[in-house]
């Protein structure tokens, strides 16, 4: 069976037409409220095969118009700007959809987010902020000057490290420097080089950095192959003609960020094609490709994901989620390939912990799935 990261769908666009938008008492009242469905749906759509810029330009306008009192409709947007590195402008949406829900569950989401980007657009700034002990003209801090400067210098370096964790996250192929020579590609077979391929490679050997010793040498010991090409078509032109099964949306693999073939290769595209745009630079390498081998050392290890102790964490984890989680989710709760994608999700943020502190869907996931997280903790050590 083949398997692949599919960019991560909050909640099924159908279910949630069907809460948002299901009270209309006129005609008029319904046209409105097929025509925000219709919006809402469409951009559920662009978003779960990850064309935010899509999502975010059809949200902006109908948040301003049918869909302005919508939570979910600005959920959604908050995400897409998310993806897209626009921080300011995805917090100011998910504390509009928090203020708008009525559902516990989005209010948390939406939560969470807030928090990640306040730390993402505040790190190095003093945490006590303006506020201090009445009478104190120091704003309270009881710190010598030496002891402050060197929390500052502390807060500094943290402030640093978080900005290189996010743009290895989000990387900017104009800021990126790329010494081609120094990068790790013992594993990786390229198809055709273009003008991309550098930085495809450069995330590749981001991601092989942040494997542990005993797990690299698991995938290298296996025999594993990492194949880059300007498209999936490229390398796989049978391929063409086909559609990933987990593709609930439409496309193929044009629209796929990569894969694992289950025999022991990894196929990462340069490019990936969202709808019936041309195809655009694929700038999530480092999260795919860390999902991706995750999917190989469960392999590699006999179907870890389909064994005990961890499918054991799975079921019970499984059994602690509400159905809203499970929805939200549904990409790694499915009946079949759930647990072993689930497995290399969880993977990616154990080698990664970067997505959780960045990604707020990352963020829920690993939360709703604790015991797996600390499993997959222990297997690869």
Request: charge should be neutral; glycine fraction near 8%.
């Given at each position: 069976?083949?398997?692949?990261?599919?960019?991560?769908?909050?909640?099924?666009?159908t279910?949630l037409?069907?809460f948002?938008?299901?009270a209309?008492?006129?005609?008029?009242e319904?046209?409105?409220?097929?025509?925000?469905?219709?919006?809402?749906?469409?951009?559920?759509?662009?978003?779960?095969k990850?064309?935010?810029?899509?999502?975010?330009?059809?949200?902006?306008?109908?948040?301003q118009?049918?869909l302005?009192g919508?939570?979910?409709?600005?959920y959604?947007?908050?995400?897409?700007?998310?993806?897209?590195?626009?921080?300011?402008?995805?917090?100011k949406e998910?504390?509009?959809?928090?203020?708008?829900?009525?559902?516990?569950?989005?209010?948390?989401?939406?939560?969470?987010?807030?928090?990640?980007?306040?730390?993402?657009?505040?790190?190095?700034?003093?945490?006590?902020?303006?506020?201090g002990?009445s009478?104190?003209?120091?704003?309270g801090?009881?710190l010598?000057?030496?002891?402050?400067?060197?929390?500052?210098?502390?807060?500094?370096?943290?402030?640093?490290?978080?900005?290189?964790?996010?743009?290895?996250?989000?990387?900017?192929?104009?800021?990126?420097?790329?010494?081609?020579a120094?990068?790790?590609?013992?594993?990786?077979t390229?198809?055709?080089?273009?003008?991309?391929?550098?930085f495809?490679?450069y995330?590749i050997d981001?991601a092989?950095?942040?494997?542990p010793?005993?797990?690299?040498?698991?995938?290298?010991?296996?025999?594993?192959?990492?194949?880059?090409?300007?498209?999936?078509?490229?390398?796989?032109?049978?391929?063409a003609?086909?559609?990933?099964?987990?593709?609930?949306?439409?496309?193929?693999?044009?629209?796929?960020?990569?894969f694992?073939?289950?025999?022991?290769?990894i196929y990462?595209?340069?490019k990936?094609?969202?709808?019936?745009?041309?195809?655009?630079?694929?700038?999530?390498?480092?999260?795919?490709?860390?999902?991706?081998?995750?999917?190989?050392?469960d392999?590699?290890?006999?179907?870890?994901?389909?064994r005990d102790?961890?499918?054991?964490?799975?079921?019970d984890?499984?059994?602690?989620?509400?159905?809203?989680?499970?929805?939200?989710h549904?990409?790694?709760?499915?009946?079949?390939?759930?647990?072993?994608?689930?497995?290399?999700?969880?993977?990616?943020?154990?080698?990664?912990?970067?997505?959780?502190?960045?990604?707020?869907?990352?963020?829920?996931?690993?939360q709703?799935?604790?015991?797996?997280?600390?499993q997959?903790?222990k297997?690869t050590?």
């Amino acid at each position: 069976m083949t398997l692949f990261k599919l960019n991560r769908t909050l909640l099924s666009g159908t279910l949630l037409v069907i809460f948002a938008h299901a009270a209309s008492t006129t005609d008029g009242e319904s046209a409105c409220v097929w025509a925000a469905s219709n919006s809402l749906n469409q951009a559920i759509a662009l978003y779960s095969k990850g064309d935010f810029a899509g999502c975010s330009a059809l949200l902006t306008t109908a948040c301003q118009k049918d869909l302005q009192g919508d939570a979910t409709a600005h959920y959604y947007l908050a995400n897409a700007l998310s993806k897209m590195n626009k921080r300011q402008a995805a917090y100011k949406e998910y504390v509009t959809a928090k203020s708008l829900t009525q559902d516990g569950a989005l209010a948390s989401y939406c939560q969470q987010a807030i928090d990640t980007l306040s730390g993402a657009t505040t790190s190095g700034a003093n945490p006590g902020g303006a506020a201090g002990k009445s009478g104190d003209k120091n704003g309270g801090s009881s710190l010598s000057s030496e002891s402050s400067a060197a929390t500052k210098t502390q807060q500094g370096q943290a402030g640093s490290q978080d900005r290189q964790d996010y743009d290895a996250l989000y990387p900017d192929p104009a800021k990126l420097k790329i010494n081609a020579a120094a990068l790790d590609t013992a594993m990786v077979t390229i198809v055709r080089r273009s003008e991309n391929t550098n930085f495809v490679l450069y995330q590749i050997d981001q991601a092989l950095r942040k494997l542990p010793d005993s797990v690299k040498q698991t995938l290298q010991t296996g025999g594993l192959q990492i194949i880059v090409s300007p498209t999936l078509v490229d390398a796989r032109p049978e391929l063409a003609a086909d559609r990933p099964t987990a593709y609930v949306h439409g496309g193929g693999y044009e629209n796929c960020p990569g894969f694992f073939d289950g025999t022991g290769k990894i196929y990462i595209p340069e490019k990936v094609q969202y709808r019936s745009n041309v195809a655009q630079l694929n700038r999530r390498v480092l999260s795919t490709i860390l999902h991706e081998m995750g999917h190989a050392f469960d392999h590699y290890q006999s179907g870890l994901s389909r064994r005990d102790p961890f499918a054991q964490c799975y079921t019970d984890d499984m059994g602690h989620l509400t159905m809203t989680q499970k929805t939200k989710h549904y990409y790694y709760t499915q009946a079949d390939a759930g647990p072993a994608e689930c497995f290399a999700e969880i993977f990616s943020y154990v080698m990664n912990p970067a997505e959780i502190k960045y990604d707020a869907d990352a963020a829920d996931l690993a939360q709703c799935f604790p015991r797996c997280l600390n499993q997959i903790k222990k297997i690869t050590k």
